[in-house]
């Protein structure tokens, strides 16, 4: 089942050289640094379904824990077709850092099952996903690894995740999922949380650069859940949104849009394309355009070798996971483009679903302005940190971030010792 295809993938031994670059950078002891290179433990399933026609296909799922030093694991679950065990092994890898540098008491994990959930029936969907949760059930929980909606996923995949693994242990047991519905379990501001962490990180940016948001000229790209609530929020404190951009193609105004009025277009139309009172502008193009602030939020590799020399921001935030190749970051990082990286800018979502988590377990749920307070405490002291050690150090933000990551996890591993 597991040929060498399974662990062929691009993102792994990006994530892995990344890894020994920091290792090295830090002086990590080599055993430790061995132990970060491989996940903790990766469990492959099966997973039968019967389809809507009657015939039953089967599936291959996955659930992988990086490294639980810090605590349980924490991580995303994809449907996706080109998900293999390569892939969900890097993405918990990445997870472990991205928690590490947020500071939050988890390990990194990552799951999916290969599929594409477009062509499958609710009612498919719904047994995969309580199969799926079946067979994972020996490596999920509470106080183990608590899953969490990524690509192909959602509120709906949540709450029967959490049903299934509630059944089988006669007890309602919101803490085993995040990105939940509200209605049971789910936080306030979960929604908002990435794209509200974007906006609380670059206020912490401009500000070490001695600067102030109000007036910058930002261009969006993808206007969904991280780019719309980005843009929305950027536009209320006064920066002047030019551009934004989605799956059909960009819309750009000089003078600002209006994203209020951009939201209800979209809600009609279905795209930001068509919007009144700003021209068309092709999705590269608008990647291209001179602003002080772009915001990648839509999907991985949009800035690359070929275009990176073209880019005109002077600050690149990645919304998006892995937006820059790293030979674009090689060049923006030459051009003296200022990058946050991704495992930085867009934490603020799992931040929110630690949040979830612990009022899960608590049973006790909070207002949502106690919810963006917490969070922008947390996004605005990570940024602190990583800046500061960027310029002690001297390395650019990403490096700052990953040295940042992968020590905490180090250290933890150090001090727990090595049992048995
Ligand atoms: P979404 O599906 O809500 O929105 C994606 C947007 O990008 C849509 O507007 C879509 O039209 C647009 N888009 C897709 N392909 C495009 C292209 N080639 N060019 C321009 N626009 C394009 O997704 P989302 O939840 O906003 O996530 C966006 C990115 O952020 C993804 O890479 C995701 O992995 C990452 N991310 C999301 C979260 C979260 O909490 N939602 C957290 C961390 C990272």
Not at 363 to 372: A, G, M, V, Y
Request: glycine share 12%; charged share 20%; net charge neutral.
């Amino acid at each position: 089942m597991t040929d060498k295809s399974e662990f062929d993938s691009d993102l792994l031994k990006t994530a892995a050289s990344q890894l020994d670059a920091v290792a090295a950078r830090l002086g990590l002891e080599a055993n430790i640094h061995e132990r970060l290179r491989y996940p903790r433990r990766a469990l492959v399933v099966s997973i039968p379904v019967q389809m809507d026609d009657g015939h039953t296909e089967v599936f291959i799922g996955y659930r992988v824990h990086h490294n639980t030093a810090l605590g349980p694991t924490k991580g995303g679950v994809r449907y996706h077709l080109e998900v293999n065990l390569g892939e969900i092994t890097a993405l918990a890898m990445l997870m472990s850092w991205k928690c590490a540098i947020v500071g939050l008491p988890y390990g990194g994990a990552k799951g999916g099952v290969r599929c594409d959930p477009s062509r499958m029936s609710t009612r498919e969907l719904e047994h995969m996903t309580r199969r799926y949760t079946t067979e994972i059930m020996l490596v999920i929980g509470p106080d183990l690894d608590i899953p969490a909606p990524d690509l192909g996923t959602n509120e709906q995949t949540m709450a029967w995740m959490m049903d299934t693994y509630s059944m089988t242990q006669g007890r309602t047991v919101p803490g085993v999922v995040t990105g939940k519905p509200i209605l049971v379990g789910g936080s306030a501001g979960r929604r908002e949380a990435t794209g509200r962490g974007i906006v609380y990180v670059l206020y912490q940016a401009v500000h070490s650069l001695g600067e102030e948001l109000r007036g910058k000229k930002v261009v969006v790209q993808g206007f969904g859940n991280v780019g719309g609530v980005a843009a929305r929020m950027l536009w209320r404190d006064g920066a002047v949104v030019q551009g934004v951009s989605d799956f059909k193609g960009g819309v750009w105004n000089g003078q600002g849009l209006d994203i209020r009025a951009l939201e209800e277009h979209v809600k009609e139309a279905g795209s930001v394309v068509g919007f009144p009172g700003a021209d068309a502008m092709s999705n590269q193009d608008i990647l291209e355009q001179p602003c002080d602030i772009l915001l990648p939020a839509a999907t991985g590799s949009q800035i690359r070798e070929d275009n990176a020399g073209r880019i005109q921001a002077r600050i690149v935030i990645e919304g998006a996971n892995g937006p820059t190749t790293p030979e674009a970051d090689k060049i923006l990082r030459d051009r003296g483009v200022l990058v946050i990286p991704d495992v930085l800018a867009n934490a603020g979502g799992v931040v929110v679903s630690y949040f979830e988590w612990v009022q899960g377990l608590q049973f006790f749920f909070w207002q949502e302005s106690e919810i963006t307070s917490r969070l922008q405490e947390i996004m605005a002291r990570a940024f602190t940190r990583v800046w500061n050690a960027s310029k002690k150090e001297n390395v650019d933000l990403r490096t700052a971030a990953l040295m940042e990551g992968v020590r905490r996890v180090a250290d933890a591993h150090q001090i727990r010792g090595l049992y048995p």
